[in-house]
């Protein structure tokens, strides 16, 4: 690593202390501000060690709050200590680049985008442009690199299936060695044939269009929610052809990101780790011995814009009644066997397969009384029936209900009608792209 990408990196600041000073916002504790201010001193006094250092602190101190309540209650303020904490100390490690200092700085840069909030218009993100060039090149996709050690960090305290007051998903995962047992005691045992391909009955399958006119999917499918197959539709997207785990791996394998580790919500060691991508794809989408693990509803692109240029937002939102700013658009890559327990969300979706095959059922609002919702309210949205290993004794109703179902490929999109309900198993190595719109 060279003083080129310290200058680069530098490049992305205001060239005057004043300058960034004036965007500071003094919303918080008077220490903690003079820390920012003395932190800040430091960088453009060229002492950047202890920038580095103060910058450890404010990570530390804030952290501290950012985990003392649940996530919605945390204050923007001290999301914003966070990021300026991660800004510094990364302009501490970049002061001697080192290639496992700038790991470290790109790495610290991810956790103030994870978990900070955005300051200074997005400079986190722009340092990580700078950084991700010069270690994701070295980092190319080879049994060398997926043994590269990385470091591992604790559980991730933010809740990130927590999207508002009213939604909060709890989902949780199951675990792979029970999977194959769990899908031969399904209720619905006898339309499975194959345990790996679930063939969907003809009755139950869900519809297929190609391309429909707006009209056609408005009044046949959005106005009545009727879930529906799209095909044809995202075929011209850059991701159907590019994205592979080489390619996933050159441009994001460096990057931290949140993993579900586990298993069900009964099982207390259900948890999300950060790790970089190159580690998630060594130990859980390669590594098939390991727990199942689950890069899921995350909002990846935001975090990394290069993938989004590969992807595109489905022309039918736009018969939303929202901006197109307002959908949320989140990533779903996991090894085969990972599980969505059936549970309803409060928007539209459009889920899009891009990588791998995943079986859906699909089960209309009308039928909640028969699905058994949890009555806590932080998963009043989940289903106490487990899809896999259903109890006809402690939920009869469930019997009654009548579902659609499909197996999802690449360059299918499937409109999930809002709160329809939806059970998920991927099939394969899979990665989907859902679409959250109103
Ligand atoms: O694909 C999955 O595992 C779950 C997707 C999902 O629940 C959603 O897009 O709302
Ligand atoms: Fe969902």
């Known amino acids: 690593m060279d003083s080129l990408l310290l200058d680069q990196v530098r490049a992305q600041l205001p060239g005057t202390l004043e300058e960034f000073l004036g965007r500071l916002g003094p919303e918080v504790e008077r220490k903690v501000t003079e820390g920012i201010r003395d932190a800040a001193g430091n960088l453009y006094r060229g002492t950047p060690t ?24 945390v204050e923007r303020e001290w999301r914003c200590v966070y990021s300026y904490g991660c800004l510094f100390k990364a302009m501490g490690l970049c002061s001697s680049p080192t290639k496992e200092n700038v790991k470290e700085a790109l ?6 985008l994870l978990m900070g909030a955005e300051v200074m218009d997005n400079v986190l993100g722009r340092i990580v442009h700078v950084l991700q060039g010069a270690v994701c090149a070295e980092q190319r996709f080879d049994p060398d690199t997926l043994s590269l050690e990385q470091k591992h960090h604790g559980p991730v305290s933010r809740d990130p299936r927590v999207r508002d007051d009213q939604s909060v998903k709890g989902q949780k995962r199951m675990r792979d060695n029970k999977l194959e047992d769990d899908l031969m005691n399904c209720s619905s045992s006898e339309k499975v044939p194959s345990l790996l391909t679930p063939v969907p009955g003809v009755d139950t399958m869900v519809r297929r269009l190609h391309c ?18 799209l095909e044809g539709v995202i075929d011209h997207w850059p991701c159907i052809k590019k994205w592979s785990l080489d390619y996933i791996q050159r441009v994001a394998g460096c990057r931290t990101v949140p993993v579900e580790l586990g298993s069900r919500y009964t099982d207390a060691e259900w948890s999300q780790r950060l790790m ?143 709160k329809w309900w939806h059970f998920i198993r991927a099939l394969d190595i899979s990665f989907s792209v859902s679409y959250w719109w109103s």
């Open 212 to 229: 429909p006119s707006l009209e056609h999917f408005k009044e046949h499918f959005l106005i009545p929610q009727k879930p529906v197959i």
């Open 107 to 112: 790495r610290v840069c991810d956790m103030g």
């Open 276 to 418: 970089t991508i190159n580690e998630f794809i060594d130990k859980h989408i390669l590594n098939k011995q390991s727990n199942i693990g689950y890069l899921a509803q995350h909002q990846l692109f935001e975090q990394i814009p290069e993938l989004k240029q590969d992807i595109s937002i489905p022309d039918y939102c736009c018969l939303g009644e929202g901006n197109e700013d307002e959908i949320t658009i989140n990533a779903w890559f996991g090894p085969a066997g990972t599980v969505s327990p059936l549970h309803q969300d409060p928007q539209q979706n459009f889920l899009a397969q891009i990588l791998g095959r995943k079986h859906i059922r699909l089960y209309s609002v009308d039928e909640t009384e028969n699905l058994y919702p949890f009555e806590s309210s932080i998963l009043h949205n989940t289903s106490q029936v487990d899809l896999e290993n259903t109890d006809l004794n402690k939920f009869p109703r469930f019997s009654q209900a009548a579902y659609e179902e499909c197996i999802l490929s690449p360059g299918q999109i499937l409109f999930i009608p809002v």
């Open 50 to 73: 202890q920038c580095g250092m103060l910058g450890d602190v404010l990570v530390d101190y804030s952290w501290e709050k950012l985990n003392s309540r649940s996530w919605k209650e």
